[in-house]
């Protein structure tokens, strides 16, 4: 008897429940959606953001020895001491490596020729391989700076005879694409145009080997720029930033095997010979805050529809309790306490809950993918455990749309409702 009144609940009244189901989904569907936009939203937002430069400067152990007078800036040790190129591609040998994106080397200095013209000159890499036990890496100015924009093309590694020059150089001399420009007697070919850069805007910017020729600097590096994706600082990044030895066992491993920007500069301190690695915090915090401020407003969002969708139920249980009036006088004049009555409206809430719960997080699945698509133009990853999460949303938004049209029941008496006198 029970049975065949729970099966009768559940699927009488075929409008009702479609709408329910239909508000549920959408709420569910929107939840999903940004939940798995929300797990995903820190790698994909880091990758973005680490299109725009780097996070990390390497510098010779010596050279960070650099401070201010009167706003002015002294590198007293800058022409003393360098980096050792050899021991770059320990770059990539951290823990977390994987979470290199790129690095490049620079040297700079300046050069006058015999005419007098002096020149600013800059070596690096563009897009060189480097040899590491498992791969061939491939980095450079090229993928750390991919917003420059060249004129012309990018130079080779291995070319002797070729190089870029700033857009400032290029107005300053009257320089067009595919000139020559001679530097200390070497004669070069302009092969593209840098705009967009303001470090390099009035330099000539050429293979490192070329310029470890020009500057007699063999094998010499100023100073290594790399671009690594990290996690939102927090409370312990910030005190393992303010003092590292304060920090107690627990929380030091916690912090050396988190992908903070700090954690991965220390662990690049520990391998390269001689260097010190300095986090660019000014980078690092803009990235976490605008991680943050993105994942807070998909929360403020997700609750909004949790809110929205349980008013939603609310009025249509309300309206059920309301049509059904005749049926719950008949049950309580039978003997069926408010509690067993209220408990079969709400079975009947969490069955179509769970069916929209599920069918709102696959369609919430495809939703955040078809955005991250359009955003970062490839797809986020789909976190499984947001279906769980969205069925319990689901079922949550039907209990607490069902609480309010409880006393619906408990105020409907058996003798009114039957004699049609309520």
């Known amino acids: 008897m029970e049975f065949?009144?729970?099966?009768s609940a559940i699927f009488g009244n075929k409008t009702q429940k479609l709408l329910a189901f239909f508000t549920i989904l959408l709420a569910s569907m929107?939840?999903?959606?940004?939940?798995?936009i929300t797990l995903g939203i820190g790698d994909k937002l880091a990758k973005e953001l680490r299109n725009y430069g780097s996070n990390i400067i390497v510098l010779p152990r010596g050279g960070s020895l650099n401070f201010d007078i009167g706003g002015d800036e002294f590198?007293?040790?800058?022409?003393?001491v360098y980096l050792d190129e050899r021991y770059i591609s320990s770059i990539k040998n951290i823990f977390w490596r994987n979470n290199i994106v790129s690095f490049a080397p620079f040297l700079e200095g300046k050069i006058v020729s015999k005419d007098g013209a002096e020149f600013d000159i800059a070596g690096t890499y563009f897009d060189k391989k480097i040899t590491l036990e498992d791969e061939d890496f491939f980095t450079g100015v090229k993928t750390l700076y991919p917003f420059w924009k060249i004129e012309g093309n990018w130079v080779k590694d291995d070319s002797s005879d070729t190089v870029l020059?700033?857009?400032g150089l290029a107005k300053e001399k009257g320089l067009k694409l595919f000139d020559t420009i001679t530097v200390n007697e070497r004669t070069f070919n302009i092969e593209g145009i840098v705009y967009g850069s303001e470090n390099a805007d009035n330099k000539i910017i050429m293979p490192l080997s070329v310029a470890n020729e020009l500057l007699d600097k063999s094998g010499k590096i100023s100073w290594i720029e790399v671009s690594a994706l990290t996690i939102p600082e927090d409370d312990l990044s910030m005190k393992a930033r303010r003092n590292i030895d304060a920090l107690n066992t627990i929380e030091h491993d916690k912090w050396y095997c988190s992908a903070y920007v700090g954690s991965i500069a220390y662990q690049i301190e520990e391998e390269y010979k001689d260097a010190s690695a300095k986090a660019l915090m000014k980078t690092s915090e803009g990235e976490s805050q605008i991680v943050k401020k993105i994942q807070s407003l998909m929360g403020i969002v997700s609750i909004l529809a949790l809110i929205a969708?349980?008013?939603g139920?609310?009025?249509?249980?309300?309206?059920?309790?309301?049509?059904?009036?005749?049926?719950?006088?008949l049950l309580k004049a039978l003997g069926a306490n408010n509690?067993?009555?209220?408990?079969?409206?709400?079975?009947?809430?969490?069955?179509?809950?769970?069916?929209?719960?599920?069918?709102?997080?696959?369609f919430g699945y495809i939703?955040?993918?078809?955005?991250?698509?359009?955003?970062?133009?490839?797809?986020?990853?789909?976190?499984?455990i947001i279906m769980p999460i969205t069925i319990s949303f689901a079922l949550l938004i039907a209990i607490i749309g069902s609480l309010m049209p409880i006393r619906n029941v408990i105020n409907l008496l058996p003798a009114e409702v039957l004699y049609e006198r309520k």
């Not at 065949?4 to 099966?7: A, F, L, P, Q, V």
């Open 4 to 7: 065949k009144i729970i099966k």
């Open 30 to 36: 929107l939840i999903s959606c940004m939940l798995n």
């Open 75 to 80: 590198k007293p040790l800058e022409d003393e």
């Open 165 to 167: 020059i700033g857009e």
């Open 309 to 311: 969708a349980s008013i």
């Open 313 to 329: 139920i609310s009025s249509l249980m309300a309206s059920e309790i309301h049509r059904r009036k005749k049926e719950i006088g």
């Open 339 to 362: 509690m067993s009555i209220y408990a079969l409206f709400l079975f009947e809430s969490l069955v179509v809950a769970f069916f929209a719960g599920v069918a709102g997080a696959l």
């Open 367 to 384: 939703v955040s993918m078809l955005m991250a698509f359009v955003i970062f133009s490839h797809s986020v990853a789909i976190s499984w």
